[in-house]
């Protein structure tokens, strides 16, 4: 039987949805110039969480991005802002948030290496609205390390580089975005952005046009959780599901826009900014700059580059064992992934994967995505 990997992979997505690993994706390839794989998996909602939701997926549908963020927006504009002489890496981090990191960096930041934490639960007791009360309580937290002695990924590090950015600029981020990278790529359309933040302005909720082209994430049902309610449930009462309003809960209670999480966008999107990235059609982006923030840390043990990741060497990341070391890449709690391939093993020239799902909904809890993630980028390579 003639082995056919663009079946092989579609079977793989499929199985994603009956396992309720996600209740559906947008998987997109593209190898040396062309598109060699772009498909919709699934419906935007599971059947137990949402029947209201439970329509098809479609290749334009627009997702959380979670923690693609940080790549595509926030070290994308400090590229930019590096570019520009704006700022060096060597810069240190303003005195206002300096407390909480030391000594640090905007290399540090970039590189999760500041000695800041992982996360802290700033939204436990806040409301959407006053994202300064976030930054003062983040500029409250004392490092957990030793300055550049170990990465840690943080959150923390990216929220300060998003409001440091709009310092930098005298813009507000999400109009930041669009103006140094939406509107040049031409990505920012119509009712829903195909990449941009989503600002929350009171509790209008999604319209028409939002409801069926974005999927939505997390149910904020107890009945979902019999151990008890989580503690991210009280900043979102009384709403019932996460749509078209960012998921992580610290953006949430910072309205939406964050360093670390609050980008939109759907696959197509994402694919024109990667390519941005890998053949510096960003205006303003050199290839010295881009290939500064492309090269691996000197942190012991990092797999971190400036803002990017880099495959695990020992295949046990989300990119497996198929990439080349020189590959970048990143990945979104709300099931979401990006990586790109200047010279993949096989060298056919540069590769792209990006896979889109919302596989917090209904809930957090579901199974595992990291074996599909795997998976699916040993099938991307093959195709």
């Known amino acids: 039987m003639r082995e056919d990997p663009h079946r092989d992979l579609f079977d793989l997505l499929e199985h994603g949805v009956r396992a309720g690993v996600y209740p559906g994706c947008v998987a997109l390839v593209w190898r040396d110039g062309a598109e060699v794989y772009h498909e919709a998996h699934g419906d935007l909602g599971s059947r137990e969480g949402a029947p209201g939701y439970l329509r098809a997926v479609s290749r334009d549908t627009v997702y959380d991005l979670a923690s693609l963020t940080k790549v595509l927006a926030t070290t994308s504009l400090a590229a930019l802002a590096v570019a520009e002489g704006r700022v060096e890496l060597t810069t240190p981090v303003p005195a206002d948030w300096d407390r909480a990191c030391p000594g640090a960096t905007l290399a540090h930041l970039l590189s999760h290496s500041s000695g800041l934490p992982a996360h802290r639960e700033y939204f436990a007791d806040l409301r959407p609205g006053r994202p300064e009360r976030v930054l003062d309580r983040i500029a409250q937290t004392p490092p957990e390390y030793p300055l550049g002695s170990k ?14 950015l709009e310092r930098l600029y005298g813009q507000p981020l999400d109009r930041l975005f669009d103006n140094k990278i939406a509107w040049p790529l031409d990505l920012h359309r119509g009712d829903v952005p195909r990449l941009g933040f989503h600002r929350l302005l009171g509790a209008r909720g999604p319209s028409s046009a939002q409801q069926h082209r974005v999927a939505p994430t997390e149910v904020y049902d107890p009945a979902l959780h019999p151990d008890g309610v989580p503690s991210w449930f009280a900043c979102r009462a009384p709403v019932r599901c996460a749509h078209y309003e960012v998921h992580d809960d610290n953006a949430f209670v ?19 900014l990667a390519r941005a990235w890998l053949e510096c059609n960003l205006p303003g982006l050199d290839p010295a700059t881009r290939d500064v923030f492309w090269t ?34 990143h990945t979104g709690f709300t099931g979401t992934s990006l990586w790109i391939d200047p010279t993949p093993p096989d060298g056919r020239g540069p590769l792209i994967a990006i896979l889109l799902s919302n596989r917090v909904h209904p809930t957090r809890n579901g199974p595992p995505i990291l074996p599909i993630r795997q998976q699916f980028h040993r099938a991307a390579v093959r195709l």
């Open 254 to 272: 910072m309205s939406g826009v964050a360093g670390h999480a609050g980008l939109f966008g759907d696959a197509a999107a994402a694919l024109e």
């Open 151 to 164: 990465a840690v990924y943080s959150d923390l590090g990216f929220m300060i580089l998003g409001a440091w």
């Open 296 to 329: 691996l840390s000197k942190v012991p043990g990092s797999t971190r580059q400036l803002g990017w990741d880099s495959p695990s060497p020992d295949g046990s990341g989300t990119a497996a064992d198929v990439l080349s070391a020189r590959a970048s890449g």
